[in-house]
């Protein structure tokens, strides 16, 4: 599951929400020249505000939902692929067909396709090595492992391309024929996209909120100092008016 990191913009709302109920409290004694700071505005700010935080919220639980469903589905591919190899070794296919496969099989299960290098002297870098270093200062090696879902799903569709080729192939059971596969790799690549789309989604509704929330000339929270200057000016720095409203906290993301 992912984590939820829109509960810090929730108090922001709340805060905005009290400094309103409190600029209503003082009413025609509040009367600011500058029209986005008029209690009209801010109760526009205010809806505007709260919408935009549903908006976000329901788009971070479809996105969570589509992820959720996604590792469901990539969750037996591992389990499948070596059931694929288990059936091409099982049919009397030739040695080439079953190390092509894999090789395929090994991108998909994250496996090495040959034992990681030993470090010996020779190969601890010198001043003019162009290699890459760890934390550790230890040089660091590329993976062979390509599990993105994107690379799982495109190395699958590879293996299913191989099936065809090997005339042996031939399974009874229904979940290993190539019919069945194909629509289990169908399946991946609309789960990935279904991911990118509400992702997509999601970053969009975030930026609304944080351009709403919090930029720099029109914001939730410039707009709150506003205010909270316009009180201290209006009813002074030591009135009531002005120490009711602040203690309201707001911060900036």
């Given at each position: ?27 025609n ?13 801010l109760q ?23 992820v ?13 692929t070596?059931?694929i ?5 099982s049919s ?6 079953v ?17 990681k ?18 934390d ?6 590329i ?37 069945d ?21 999601l ?14 000339h ?36």
């Amino acid at each position: 599951m992912i984590s939820n990191p829109e509960t810090g913009h929730a108090p922001n709302v709340a805060n905005f929400g009290k400094l309103v109920l409190a600029i209503g409290s003082f009413g025609n004694f509040y009367n600011p020249a500058f029209i986005t700071i008029k209690e009209s505005n801010l109760q526009d700010m205010l809806t505007a505000a709260q919408e935009n935080l549903t908006l976000v919220n329901t788009a971070l639980i479809n996105y969570k939902l589509a992820v959720d469903s996604r590792e469901d589905v990539y969750s037996g591919l591992s389990s499948i692929t070596t059931r694929i190899l288990a059936a091409i070794k099982s049919s009397g296919s030739s040695e080439l067909n079953v190390e092509t496969a894999k090789s395929i099989i090994r991108k998909i299960q994250g496996r090495r396709l040959s034992p990681k290098k030993a470090k010996t002297k020779s190969d601890v870098p010198t001043t003019t090595d162009p290699v890459s270093k760890t934390d550790d200062n230890e040089p660091t090696q590329i993976s062979a492992s390509q599990t993105s879902y994107a690379n799982l799903a495109n190395n699958f569709d590879a293996l299913l391309q191989l099936l065809p080729l090997i005339q042996e192939y031939k399974p009874n059971e229904g979940t290993l024929n190539p019919t069945d596969l194909r629509a289990y790799c169908n399946e991946l690549k609309m789960k990935n996209f279904a991911v990118d789309t509400l992702k997509a989604s999601l970053d969009t509704a975030r930026l609304n909120r944080n351009y709403l929330m919090y930029n720099l000339h029109s914001g939730l929270v410039v707009v709150s100092l506003e205010v909270k200057n316009y009180v201290k000016a209006a009813f002074g720095a030591s009135s009531p008016q002005f120490k009711q409203i602040s203690g309201i906290s707001f911060r900036s993301y």
